[in-house]
T-cell receptor, first 112, second 115 residues
Framework: GQQLNQSPQSMFIQEGEDVSMNCTSS?????WLWYKQEPGEGPVLLIA?????ELTSNGRLTAQFGITRKDSFLNISASIPSDVGIYFC????????????FGEGTQLTVNP | GAVVSQHPSRVICKSGTSVKIECRSL??????MFWYRQFPKQSLMLMAT?????????EQGVEKDKFLINHASLTLSTLTVTSAHPEDSSFYIC???????????FGSGTRLTVV
């Protein structure tokens, strides 16, 4: 089953607002990934984090790898309508080989 | 960049028939591919890890005889849903490791509807 707790489950915001979502786990991950999925499509990688404490940006997106290696957050600044979708965190453990564990997802709705 | 092509994107089949889904890495070699299943409004659940030239590793609770995986080449893995039933209707997604620092690229998914 899922081992990553992602919150919030859904968000309804106005265009231009900033968004923050996070994932936590009771166990340590050595890689954190953030994906966006649009209806009927596969997930697309947004940001990859490889080191504890790492802060990485991709345009209006910023994500951080928590110091404890048990959490990560994703921020979206100045949201626009095309940011709509489901955002998933995913983690990879050193002990799980190459398998990824996914969070439950955050459904983002942006009102123009 | 790394591209994973998944085909078909949609398929409707009759109950009791088998359906094959293909996952191809177009511009890189993938020794390992992954098959996921996703129900509406839910997350991706890993079904199995497909290894080129060897047997797939299935997650607990996934029936090996029902979900046949073949990874005969470095660019192709196939998932065959055998004797499909309506409860097998779902969105199936494959992914492959690109080999670049934990890079995982996903296919566009296959919507399977069993009637």
């Amino acid at each position: 089953g899922q081992q990553l707790n992602q919150s919030p489950q859904s968000m309804f915001i106005q265009e231009g607002e900033d968004v923050s979502m996070n994932c936590t786990s009771s166990s340590i991950f050595n890689t954190w990934l953030w994906y966006k999925q649009e209806p009927g499509e596969g997930p697309v990688l947004l940001i990859a984090l490889y080191k504890a404490g790492e802060l990485t940006s991709n345009g209006r997106l910023t994500a951080q790898f928590g110091i404890t290696r048990k959490d990560s957050f994703l921020n979206i600044s100045a949201s626009i309508p095309s940011d709509v979708g489901i955002y998933f965190c995913a983690g990879q453990k050193e002990t799980s080989g190459s398998r990824l564990t996914f969070g439950e997802g955050t459904q983002l709705t942006v009102n123009p | 960049g790394a591209v994973v092509s998944q085909h078909p994107s949609r398929v409707i089949c009759k109950s009791g028939t088998s359906v094959k889904i293909e996952c191809r890495s177009l511009d890189f070699q993938a020794t390992t591919m992954f098959w996921y299943r996703q129900f509406p409004k839910q997350s991706l659940m890993l079904m199995a890890t497909s290894n080129e030239g060897s047997k797939a590793t299935y997650e607990q609770g996934v029936e090996k005889d029902k979900f046949l995986i073949n990874h005969a080449s470095l660019t192709l893995s196939t998932l065959t849903v055998t004797s499909a039933h309506p409860e097998d209707s779902s969105f199936y997604i494959c992914s492959a490791r690109t080999g670049v620092a934990y890079g995982y690229t996903f296919g566009s998914g296959t919507r399977l509807t069993v009637v």
